[in-house]
């Protein structure tokens, strides 16, 4: 062998141990960072599974505690809570009403008539002159409220009130007489 290839593996043999220690100085601490992660995972305890269970637990018991449990109303004409539903004068259910139709709820009866209207879940003070639901109001008496609609004209009583035979002729004879 001569010098020159002497001088060649020494080179290489010199390059592949200067690689070897610039890598395992480089890779060293990489190597403690994973065995730190690695011993960091091994002693993660996941508190999911018993936190879960506890929520389980609560729920199965609270179910098994609604099972038992009995509604029992007391006897107590007087106390309010123990209504169940309401109504109108006529029997009919106020809580179940169509919230799209026109209610007359009551009539303020002074030097000048004012109705107040219930239509589409809004509240409306009205007076003769004044339209509403597409109409206009042309009477208001203590009982109804008459509203014309082009040629037609809609009578709507007071919620509550009871409707006596033939109502739409006096208030038509009253409309005559003023």
Do not use: C
Request: hydrophobic share 40%.
């Amino acid at each position: 062998m001569n010098t020159r290839h002497r001088t060649i593996w020494v080179l290489l043999i010199i390059f592949a141990l200067v690689s070897i220690i610039a890598a395992g100085i480089k890779l060293v601490p990489a190597n403690k960072k994973w065995q730190r992660a690695k011993d960091r995972a091994a002693n993660v305890q996941f508190g999911t599974d018993k936190e879960l269970e506890r929520v389980i637990e609560y729920l199965e018991i609270r179910i098994k505690d609604r099972d038992n449990y009995k509604f029992i109303l007391e006897e107590e004409p007087m106390r309010l809570t123990n209504v169940l539903y309401l109504t109108d004068a006529r029997g009919r259910s106020l809580r179940y009403r169509n919230r799209g139709k026109l209610r007359v709820t009551h009539i303020i009866d002074g030097i000048q008539q004012y109705a107040g209207i219930s239509y589409k879940d809004k509240n409306f003070t009205v007076v003769v002159g004044d339209s509403i639901a597409g109409g206009e109001v042309i009477w208001i008496d203590p009982t109804e409220v008459v509203i014309s609609k082009g040629d037609k004209e809609f009578h709507y009583p007071v919620a509550g009130l009871t409707v006596e035979k033939d109502m739409t002729t006096t208030a038509r004879e009253k409309r005559r007489m003023y």
